[in-house]
């Protein structure tokens, strides 16, 4: 068990509804990371949060957006969903700019678009 | 364009034996590299990194060894468990953007 977790597990939604993606990190990190992973592929790095701010951005789609709560918790938001948005999506965190890279990931939502 | 690719989808080793992962990178700016392994139905788990500045790190059965002139780094993992079957994926960033890009993963089959 990382101490990363997500909800929900599982998302089924129809095309061109609205979602919200919850992650909650490790107790004392800081940073938050948001990342997509579609079927047979890597790992995409979508936008990353350190306490509260931006912290850098990677292919986030501008139909995707999210934010990070004073408690520290993050959403992912997701609009206008497309069938190709399907896949499972991944937060991590980490405990701050020092350690960034050790990154300790949720168990991801698995997201449906029908 | 992928700047980390990881060319073997799959790879299977006998248990007790060494298992060899691959990675190339194309940006020769990434500063840092990391593995990671991925069980079904759960997150990556972190699993060892190395500095541009060294060529090898080891963390017991694991080592991971960087090639910067042939922008290559593979992990070894001496001797294989049936544990180890999983995914690896190779990740690199740019220390200035705190950006992992990854690889797309190898599954690792460890047969006994």
């Known amino acids: 068990d990382s101490g990363v977790t997500q909800t929900p597990k599982h998302l089924i939604t129809a095309t061109g509804q609205r979602v919200t993606l919850r992650c909650s990190p490790r107790s004392g990190d800081l940073s938050v990371y948001w990342y997509q992973q579609s079927l047979d592929q890597g790992l995409q790095f979508l936008i990353q949060y350190y306490n509260g701010e931006e912290r850098a951005k990677g292919n986030i789609l501008e139909r995707f957006s999210a934010q990070q709560f004073p408690d520290l918790h993050s959403e992912l938001n997701l609009s206008s969903l497309e069938l190709g948005d399907s896949a499972l999506y991944f937060c991590?965190?980490?405990?701050?700019?020092?350690?960034?890279?050790?990154?300790?990931f949720g168990p991801g939502t698995r997201l449906t678009v029908t | 364009d992928q700047q980390v690719k990881q060319n073997s989808p799959s790879l299977s080793v006998q248990e007790g034996r060494i298992s060899i992962l691959n990675c190339d990178y194309t940006n020769s700016m990434f500063d840092y590299f990391l593995w990671y392994k991925k069980y079904p139905a759960e997150g990556p788990t972190f699993l060892i990194s190395i500095s541009s500045i060294k060529d090898k790190n080891e963390d017991g059965r694991f080592t991971v060894f960087l090639n910067k002139s042939a922008k290559h780094l593979s992990l070894h993992i001496v001797p294989s468990q049936p544990g180890d079957s999983a995914v690896y994926f190779c990740a690199a960033s740019e220390d200035s953007n705190y950006q992992l890009i990854w690889g797309a993963g190898t599954k690792l089959i460890i047969k006994p």
């Open positions: 991590a965190s980490s405990v701050g700019q020092g350690e960034w890279y050790e990154q300790y």
